[in-house]
């Protein structure tokens, strides 16, 4: 069994919630643009609102 130190998991750990915090502003990025091209009214808006609620 492979010993990995507190200190190596410790970077990982940071590394990956880096790593998801960049995936979150790009997809918040793109929610953005898809709420600015879409009818405010529309099923499409309804539907993204919802799933941020």
Avoid: F, P, W
Avoid at 25 to 35: K, T
């Amino acid at each position: 069994i492979k010993q990995v130190s507190a200190s190596k998991v410790l970077q990982e750990t940071c590394n990956y919630i880096r790593n998801l915090h960049r995936e979150v502003d790009g997809l918040s990025e793109r929610l953005s643009q898809l709420l600015e091209s879409t009818d405010s009214d529309s099923a499409q808006a309804a539907i993204i609102r919802s799933l941020l609620m």
